[in-house]
């Protein structure tokens, strides 16, 4: 039985496992190594602890099988999805080239811009919404798509923006961080590189930063896996053997967030004290019909604002079972108010809600009290 045939959930949990071998672990435990034993010529696999390292191996092959089942795909890890982008942007513009971004993205992403024009990297942005960015692609080298966008949950169509950007001859990479591999496979909708802060939803307890990059092209994936080893951002083995260990329940932890995102999205529709409601999986979402032809699945996470920084503070204040954090795709819901960061163009009232793995009643009825107590 061949992993492009296997279930979401048996694939997770097979994915990756080197073969059994007789009082061996299933999962072998982490290497820790700085250098290996090589005599002569170094050509083996494993040499020096910046480049190679067993138990990176092993997950990069999991994350591969998710990414893109059955078929050929390489997966650098990193030391933090922020990592991961950066090595996407940095390996492959050059000065003069044009890079395209979104304006709505992850809260870092103008500091990368900020790096990539102090290096003469013409930057152009427009909304992810709408697929704005393919008013910009002419002459471009790298369109860079994030979808759903992190905090506002627009989709934009992945398929559209790679037809042309590569009838144009740019390169397309998709953050799929608030997806997962599970809820969208951007190297099958036809992008070069599918990026993620595994951070998040993929090993989904909070305990570990980590992020990587696939591709099908080995050319790329090499000019990734390069710039890993001349800047060092590599992740420890154990927080590489943590995250494929978290693996084995991603199917299990993602459907159950997803159907509680969609049922907490369903139950904030009735109410008249929020507004600005988004979450892709309702069918009265505007991405609704974008998301549903090209995602699995929805996401952990829904957003909608309240009337004002106060109230915001004062649901955040009554929650009992989220914790006020940021980040999100972990098994504890969390929440927070956006706008405290300065980054994200939102209201002050603005709530990032990420749903956790807890049971769909206690949740709802722990949202529903607090925003009752958030009304004066």
């Known amino acids: 039985m061949g992993m492009s045939t296997m279930g979401d959930g048996t694939r997770a949990v097979r994915a990756g496992l080197p073969e059994p071998e007789q009082y061996e672990p299933t999962l072998p435990g982490p290497v820790f190594a700085a250098h290996f034993h090589l005599s002569g010529e170094p050509v083996g696999p494993y040499t020096y602890g910046r480049e190679t390292n067993p138990t990176w191996t092993h997950l990069e092959r999991a994350i591969g099988e998710l990414e893109a089942p059955g078929q050929e795909v390489e997966t650098t890890v990193f030391a933090s999805g922020m990592a991961a982008v950066s090595a996407v942007l940095l390996s492959q513009a050059r000065t003069g080239d044009v890079v395209v971004l979104p304006n709505d993205g992850y809260q870092a992403l103008p500091l990368v811009r900020e790096q990539l024009e102090a290096y003469g990297v013409e930057v ?37 923006l790679v037809e042309a ?29 599918s990026v993620a802060s595994d951070t998040k939803g993929m090993t989904g307890h909070g305990d570990i930063l980590l992020g990587h990059v696939s591709c099908r092209d080995p050319l790329l994936s090499a000019g990734v896996r390069r710039w890993r080893k001349v800047v060092g951002a590599i992740p420890g083995p154990m927080e590489a053997w943590l995250a494929h260990r978290s693996l084995a329940t991603l199917q299990l932890r993602i459907d159950r967030q997803c159907t509680t ?38 996401g952990s996470v829904v957003s909608f604002e309240l009337a004002d920084e106060q109230t915001a503070e004062r649901f955040l204040g009554a929650l009992r079972l989220v914790d006020d954090a940021t980040s999100f795709g972990g098994v504890r819901s969390t929440a927070e108010r956006r706008a405290r960061w300065g980054g994200d163009a939102v209201p002050a009232g603005f709530i990032r809600f990420s749903v956790g793995a807890e049971d769909p009643e206690d949740l709802l009825a722990d949202v529903a009290r607090a925003l009752d107590a958030s009304v004066r």
């Open 124 to 160: 152009r942005t427009a909304p992810t919404g709408g697929d704005a960015q393919l008013e910009l692609l002419e002459g471009a080298k790298l369109l860079w798509i994030e979808t759903p966008s992190n905090p506002g949950l627009d989709v934009c169509d992945v398929r559209r």
């Open 261 to 298: 995102a969609l049922a907490l999205a369903e139950a904030l529709t009735a109410r008249a004290d929020v507004s600005g409601l988004r979450y892709p999986g309702l069918p009265t979402d505007p991405s609704y019909p974008i998301a549903v032809r090209q995602m699995r699945r929805f």
């Open 165 to 193: 950007a590569h009838a144009a001859g740019v390169l397309v990479a998709v953050d799929n961080t608030l997806a997962t591999s599970l809820g969208q496979r951007p190297l099958e909708l036809g992008a070069d590189f």
